[in-house]
């Protein structure tokens, strides 16, 4: 059975810092395209970064560029978010997503979500 399952989300001060892991398990998520996403109420989720197969490329969306780093342990079916210099605007929930090239942009495997807040 496929999971994904986030943890390390929590309420941060602003300026401060937060480790996100996405664990995978039912699957081998080297052969995947990983992405991290973000929601805020009433709006769409968006992608914050990704990490392409076997730990290759990373791109990330411009709000977080020299902010956030995103990397995979590939024995470890793992994927992490190193999330640093916090902004309020860096609230909402994060998502993990699993995804071949093949999969539409919603598709692929998602984890539940894991809550950041940022306060001011």
């Not at 990490?51 to 969306?61: H, L, Q």
Request: aromatic share 10%; glycine share 14%; hydrophobic share 30%.
């Amino acid at each position: 059975q496929v999971h994904l399952v986030e943890s390390g989300g929590g309420l941060v001060q602003f300026g401060g810092s937060l480790r996100l892991t996405c664990t995978a398990s039912g699957f081998d998520a080297s052969r995947y395209i990983m992405t991290w996403h973000r929601q805020v109420p009433g709006k769409e989720r968006d992608m914050v970064a990704r990490i392409v197969m076997f730990g290759g490329g990373t791109d990330y969306a411009d709000s977080v560029k020299g902010r956030f780093t995103i990397s995979r342990d590939n024995p470890k079916n793992t994927m992490y978010l190193q999330m640093n210099n916090l902004k309020p605007e860096d609230t909402g929930v994060y998502y993990c997503n699993a995804k071949t090239v093949s999969d539409s942009p919603t598709g692929g495997y998602w984890g539940q979500g894991t809550q950041v807040t940022v306060s001011s």
